[in-house]
């Protein structure tokens, strides 16, 4: 059974970083296309980056982009969110997915399993 587990949310001020990791078990890491999801109360769940299977290819959000770095480490299994510059407009809940078509998705209906999350709070 696949399982994501994320770690490294917090609190933090505006203009800070934090590093999110999402550790995964239970499949073949790198057969899995990765993605960061985040959502905010009352907001829709929606795609922050993705990182293809074998990590060939990686895709951002305009929100996010040259702000925030993904990247993987299969022989961790743990892939990894970046966050510098953050904005109080980036609190959330961060969530880590796994898809098997291998390729990034911006849909969250295209990911077969999810992490349960983790908090992002940015005073500003």
């Known amino acids: 059974q696949v399982q994501l587990v994320e770690s490294g949310g917090g609190l933090v001020q505006a203009g800070g970083s934090l590093r999110l990791s999402c550790a995964a078990s239970g499949h073949t890491f790198s057969d899995y296309a990765m993605g960061w999801f985040r959502q905010a109360p009352g907001g829709e769940r929606e795609f922050v980056a993705g990182i293809s299977k074998r990590g060939g290819w990686t895709y951002y959000a305009d929100s996010v982009k040259g702000r925030f770095t993904i990247s993987a480490d299969n022989a961790k299994n743990t892939v990894y969110l970046q966050t510098n510059s953050l904005k109080a407009e980036d609190t959330a809940v961060y969530y880590c997915?796994?898809?098997?078509?291998?390729?990034?998705?911006?849909?969250?209906?295209?990911?077969?399993?999810w992490g349960r999350g983790t908090q992002v709070t940015v005073s500003s």
């Open positions: 997915a796994a898809s098997r078509f291998g390729l990034v998705s911006t849909a969250p209906t295209d990911y077969d399993y």
